[in-house]
């Protein structure tokens, strides 16, 4: 079945770095990818929805600046978290879907900012 | 616009036990509906989904309908294991835009 890949599957990392996080489509071509994030014990809140070749789709109150996301491939999208801080610490999944399938989730991403 | 109400957690069960999480939603349209599983530290896989009022999704043992009339997906286990501790999401939309229930943690002990 579908696969979505997402890597690392945990970060460590000092205030004032930079990660960049990856979500790949193993078997099957994504135009769209959603980013998500999650806090403890909460549901996921959507982030963005990153499409293929075009500019990213922010929702309400997500810094553009600070997530940046790049689509530039048909199998792989990157979240990256720009100064990171330690409010910024979270864990990150993304999600994508073969057409006419329900989204397929990435392991996730544990980031911890020191 | 869509919404989804789940029962809140944590739902503790002994092994074999009877297990329903109730769910309720509110849409336009004709939504798809999905159950969702995430285990400790990890995403989340799909765990059954019904796509049209009356389907019944069903996978490892689990099982819902897609009640129209009531607004309810409701996820029922006849028998739980201590292996199906994790995070249940009840998940409204179509094959890209998702509304996410809250999630039920459940908790399944020997």
């Known amino acids: 079945g579908a696969v979505v890949s997402q890597h690392p599957s945990w970060v460590i990392c000092k205030s004032g770095t930079s990660v960049k996080i990856e979500c790949r489509s193993l078997?099957?071509?994504?135009?769209?990818m959603f980013w998500y994030r999650q806090f403890p014990k909460q549901s996921l809140m959507l982030m963005a929805t990153?499409?293929?070749?075009?500019?990213?789709?922010?929702e309400q109150g997500v810094e553009k600046d600070k997530f940046l996301i790049n689509h530039a491939s048909l199998t792989l999208s990157t979240l990256t978290v720009t100064s990171a801080h330690p409010e910024d610490s979270s864990f990150y999944i993304c999600?994508?879907?073969?057409?006419?399938?329900?989204?397929?989730f990435g392991d996730g991403t544990r980031l911890s900012i020191l | 616009g869509n919404s989804v109400t789940q029962m809140e957690g944590p739902v503790t069960l002994s092994e074999e036990a009877f297990l329903t999480i109730n769910c309720t939603y509110t849409a336009t349209g004709y939504p798809s509906l999905f159950w969702y599983v995430q285990y400790p530290g990890e995403g989340l896989q799909l765990l059954l989904k019904a796509t049209k009022a009356d389907d019944k999704g069903s996978n490892k043992g689990f099982e819902a309908t897609y009640r129209k009339e009531t607004t309810s997906f409701h996820l029922e286990k006849g028998s739980v294991q201590v292996s199906d501790s994790a995070v249940y999401f009840c998940v409204l939309g179509g094959y890209s835009t998702l509304t996410f229930g809250k999630g039920t943690m459940l908790l399944v002990s020997p």
């Open positions: 999600s994508a879907g073969p057409t006419q399938e329900p989204q397929h």
């Open positions: 078997d099957f071509q994504a135009t769209t």
């Open positions: 990153s499409n293929e070749g075009s500019k990213a789709t922010y």
